[in-house]
């Protein structure tokens, strides 16, 4: 059994009247117009002791989510009522109605929905989960998991990007390929170096290296808009080290080239694409946006500590135009802290 497969989030995620998103270091869920309801209570010493990330997702009933490394949850909207599902089985990673799959060390672990959990694999990396099917890396390459017939093949892809209703990757040609629930493949484009981010719909986020740098792309279907070069976000970013009065610096001036490359996230807020870009001392992260269709880069938000630490927005989610991001930006301790920002 497929049914719509979830791939696990880590800062929101909206799925009909249900809505579930991190704040601070918790995960909180709110259902239609109801008052949100705290479904963790992670304090600041079990971020320091444990590094106990959050994972989650939902299927529009219900919240399936694991805390650290050890237990997994299943909160019923409806009822209000959470559930004791798994313990010991690692770190959620996706799942549908009928199970869940996580990984505890290089064990891949699939829980169904009664709580019985068996071992299905051996895994260095989970890449995606989609359509019942799970991607994941062995010490021989990718491996793309069957979870209701327990059927393993190999599978020849990179920079997995997985969404409801289709799989991106780059195959051997380095050309972005989108495949749907059908196995049904259409190439989009060609000389891909990765890909960032893509919504439930036909639009994937992804970018290109050259000798002239990074170049930031979006497809829907198969039209092909280019966002932004480096080396115009290097003079849009310069402008806002300047303007905004950043600690951070993001870009050096008589440049076309960023110290560090463009994070690995981006997501579709409105009428834009977010993406962050790493400080030049591993610092900070600063969060910009550019038009759908393409422009110049422009200020969302950044975080920057004094501090030998690195600090790094790590994930990017988004619902409507409200962007949810997080990361490891404490500079004392391991752990995650979120925040949102509307984009307008």
Request: proline letters at 0%.
């Amino acid at each position: 059994k497929a049914g719509t497969t979830y791939r696990v989030r880590y800062t929101a995620q909206k799925e009909g009247s249900l809505t579930a998103y991190m704040s601070g270091r918790n995960l909180y869920v709110q259902y239609g117009s109801k008052k949100a309801v705290k479904l963790t209570d992670v304090d600041e010493d079990d971020y320091v002791n444990d590094n106990r990330t959050i994972a989650f997702f939902t299927d529009g009933a219900r919240v399936f989510y694991s805390v650290g490394n050890s237990d997994i949850w299943v909160y019923t909207a409806k009822t209000g009522k959470k559930k004791h599902l798994a313990e010991n089985c690692g770190e959620l990673h996706g799942g549908n109605k009928y199970g869940v799959v996580s990984k505890n060390g290089n064990d891949l672990i699939y829980t169904d929905i009664n709580g019985i959990s068996e071992t299905i694999g051996k895994a260095k990396a989970v890449s995606a989960f989609f359509n019942g099917k799970l991607y994941y890396t062995t010490a021989k390459g990718k491996t793309e998991y069957t979870v209701n017939t327990k059927k393993a093949v190999a599978f020849k892809g990179e920079s997995l990007v997985s969404s409801k209703n289709y799989l991106y990757y780059i195959n051997s040609a380095s050309k972005l390929v989108r495949m749907d629930k059908k196995g049904n493949k259409v190439s989009i484009d060609t000389n891909v170096k990765q890909i960032m981010g893509a919504n439930n719909g036909k639009t994937v986020i992804y970018n290109k290296l050259d000798k002239n740098g990074y170049h930031l792309f979006r497809a829907t279907g198969k039209k092909v808009y280019r966002l932004i070069d480096e080396s115009v976000l290097c003079k849009n970013l310069l402008k806002i080290q300047e303007t905004k009065k950043l600690d951070e610096k993001y870009a050096e001036k008589n440049s076309d080239r960023l110290t560090e490359s463009m994070g690995k996230n981006a997501v579709v807020a409105g009428d834009y694409i977010c993406f962050t870009v790493k400080g030049m001392d591993h610092k900070g992260s600063i969060i910009l946006k550019v038009n759908k269709n393409g422009g110049n880069a422009k200020y969302v938000r950044n975080v920057h500590y004094q501090s030998d630490e690195m600090s790094d927005i790590s994930t990017l989610g988004v619902i409507g135009k409200t962007l949810y991001y997080g990361g490891k930006i404490d500079p004392e301790t391991t752990a995650c802290r979120f925040g949102k920002v509307t984009v307008k």
